[in-house]
């Protein structure tokens, strides 16, 4: 393998004209024997390219190029000076080719779209490609400062930057890189990928009764914390530390507990979370647009303490009062964003009372779970208790509870005004468990029982945040399945597949199709699904019509011809197909299920999402569809532009 690191441009083109030549050759032919398999000729296809920065077209040095796809592939390749690389002695196939440069958001072969997708460079036999050109971004980055109500800088504040994602027409947003205030109050985000951001201020309040913490030290000294280690994982609640104490409770703040809570007047006062410039929900925060590169400052905030007020109530469970369960208060004012952090955390006392402290006005849900753990566990132990001393560190090993043993779920919305709120019940109740058949329609030989064993499967919370997901279930040999419990809510249902050529053609549960409609998950068990795999999919396939230079490559896209709706409906991916045109810009789609579908190509590959005006700018260049069950259609479509 070549690289180069100094090389000129004078000394690439050599290098190329001499592979060149050597290609002219001629090159004796092997004789053919009656067993042996057909002479695919020798591996001298090349790669030569060009590493830009996606912002300024400048080239781009010192960037390492690496290279998958075939067996005997050269080592990782570093870019020159004028930000050129090449892969030679190369056999005919598909490469992928993917760039690390300092600085810079990793990238990919084809990616036109910071947030979009490579694609694969498509190799003839003894084919020369000499301009792969690969476009990468520059990370961005966020600056301000954070002051208190007088202005004076607050230290050590943790500052989260939080992605936008767009999820059928909702505002979600993703956890980011984070960064805290330094001794005047600055802080920066590094490393952000070029999008679009919200900047979020957490903080919160945890609360523990002062009978936990003084178990939990006693526990500590007396060298074993394993039963309170299983009870706390197995209901979300966090280690009993000894903050500052208000009554029977001990209360901590900030979101690592490393702030120090404040009285005024036997009012705990808070910071609340804050979303730039001064909003106390995601939906109404400012959107930082980052372009490539790009340094944005003066994003400055200044945090204000508020009066709060104590909620109360008890938890129950089926067999009683719900003693030593973690309790959590979430915001409800934006359920869609997957931002939200709690506002206040609890454990319940050995009666199954819990008192949040800190708490300012609002609506809020309080949550909580127990998911006993199925299985043996080793689990780290390091807990600081006081000033950061280190009070315990070392392995904590506990046997779990019986395998499948049920996951119970609590819920309640509280109004939260000026005043302490007193009375809150929960009740934990079994979540509902989803069950059915695996059944295979079609003369292909069906996987066997192992295959079967190895399948996992699961639901995907579609408009709610679980406090605790409940993970995956094995399929049984004989194609039964049942899940964990889940609390009610919209779902879709996640099973593997059992290889080529069986995929999924129907999902059904009391007669409904839930491939297209959210499974409405109740307090009761689901035990009727039954999906359907088949042999046959339904497929559709053509070529790309327009400009040669641009239907390589080209993104080909087939989405419910009624996009509106399907997007109210959660939007079920397996609605959605997309795949790349290849150089004589051929594509196929498949599997699709049956259905009216808009198929459109366009030039400019990105992640596909759930946006009504992406598909409404897609839609207008689009073919319409009729698939039918086993249908393989020929459809040539146009080559379109996103607007």
């Known amino acids: 393998m070549t690289h180069f690191a100094r090389s000129d441009r004078l000394g690439v083109c050599l290098l190329v004209l001499l592979y060149a030549v050597s290609f002219a050759r001629p090159r004796a032919q092997a004789p053919q024997t009656g067993s042996a398999p057909p002479e695919r000729g020798p591996a001298t296809g090349l790669i030569l390219g060009q590493v830009v920065d996606a912002g300024s077209g400048r080239a781009v040095g010192g960037a390492i190029v690496s290279i998958s796809g075939a067996a005997n592939l050269p080592l990782p390749a570093m870019t020159d000076g004028d930000g050129r690389f090449l892969f030679p002695s190369l056999a005919a196939g ?47 980055s966020i ?91 197995e209901t979300g609640a966090s280690v009993p530390v000894a903050g500052v104490r208000v009554g029977d409770m001990h209360v901590v703040t900030g979101p690592r507990g490393n702030a120090t809570p404040v009285l005024v007047r036997g009012k705990l006062m808070v910071f609340p979370t804050t979303f730039y410039p001064s909003a106390t929900a995601p939906s109404q925060a400012t959107l930082l647009r980052l372009a490539s590169g790009e340094a944005r400052t003066g994003v400055d905030v200044q945090l204000r303490a508020l009066p709060s007020v104590r909620v109360s109530g008890m938890l129950m469970s089926q067999e009683g009062l719900a003693a030593s369960v973690g309790v959590r208060l979430t915001p409800n004012n934006d359920a869609s964003s997957d931002s939200l952090i709690d506002a206040s955390v609890t454990t319940t006392d050995a009666t199954g009372r819990f008192t949040f402290l800190g708490v300012t006005p609002g609506q809020y849900l309080a949550r909580a779970y ?3 753990r ?10 600081q208790i006081i000033g950061g001393t280190v009070v315990t560190s070392g392995t904590v090993t506990f046997g779990g509870a019986a395998p499948r043993a049920p996951i119970y779920f609590a819920e309640q919305m509280v109004n939260v005004g000026d005043t302490d709120v007193d009375g809150v019940q929960l009740t934990l109740r079994q979540g509902a468990e989803v069950s059915g058949t695996i059944v295979f329609d079609g003369a292909a030989a069906k996987p066997t029982p192992q295959r079967m064993a190895q399948l996992q499967v699961s639901l995907i919370a579609i408009d709610i945040r679980l406090v605790s997901n409940p993970g995956f279930q094995r399929v049984e040999s004989d194609g039964t399945f049942k899940t964990s419990g889940y609390p009610p809510g919209r779902y879709r249902l996640s099973l593997g597949s059992p290889g080529a050529p069986w995929v999924i053609t129907s999902v059904t549960a009391g007669g409904a199709d839930i491939l297209r409609t959210p499974l ?10 039954v999906v359907t795999f088949g042999d046959r999919p339904s497929e559709i396939s053509g070529t790309v019509q327009g400009d040669p230079k641009l239907v390589e490559g080209a993104q080909v896209v087939a989405f419910p011809a009624e996009y509106q709706e399907w997007i109210a409906r959660g939007a079920p991916p397996a609605q959605q197909v997309t795949t790349f045109a290849d150089k004589k810009g051929s594509y196929r789609l498949r599997p699709i ?51």
């Open 143 to 233: 600056a301000g400062t954070v002051v208190d109500d007088a202005g004076e800088p607050l230290v050590g504040v943790e500052v989260r930057a939080l992605r936008r994602l767009n999820s059928a027409e909702r505002r979600r947003f993703q956890a980011g890189e984070m960064a805290r205030t330094d001794d005047r109050g600055a802080y920066r985000i590094p490393s952000l990928v070029p999008g679009e951001y919200i900047v979020s201020f957490p903080n919160y309040t945890t609360s523990f009764p002062t009978a936990a913490v003084e178990e939990y030290l006693a526990a500590v000294g007396a060298g074993s914390t394993t039963r309170l280690t299983q009870q706390r994982l």
């Open 520 to 529: 409405e998950l109740g307090t009761t068990p689901i035990a009727d699904v």
């Open 374 to 383: 199925n299985q043996s566990e080793t689990v780290a132990e390091n807990v």
């Open 94 to 140: 598909n490469y992928t080719l993917s760039v690390a440069a300092n600085g810079y958001v990793p990238g990919m072969f084809g990616r036109l779209r910071v947030d979009g997708p490579g694609r694969p460079l498509e190799l003839g036999q003894n084919e020369r490609v000499t301009d792969a050109q690969i476009r990468i971004w520059k990370y961005a």
């Open 593 to 643: 299920l049956p259905g009216d579908y808009l198929v459109a190509a366009f030039d400019a590959p990105i992640t596909l999402e759930a946006d009504a005006p992406l598909l409404s700018s897609l839609a207008r260049t689009a073919t319409r569809v009729t698939v039918t069950p086993g249908d393989v259609r020929t459809i040539a479509l146009p080559l379109g532009k996103l607007r």
């Open 370 to 372: 127990r998911q006993p």
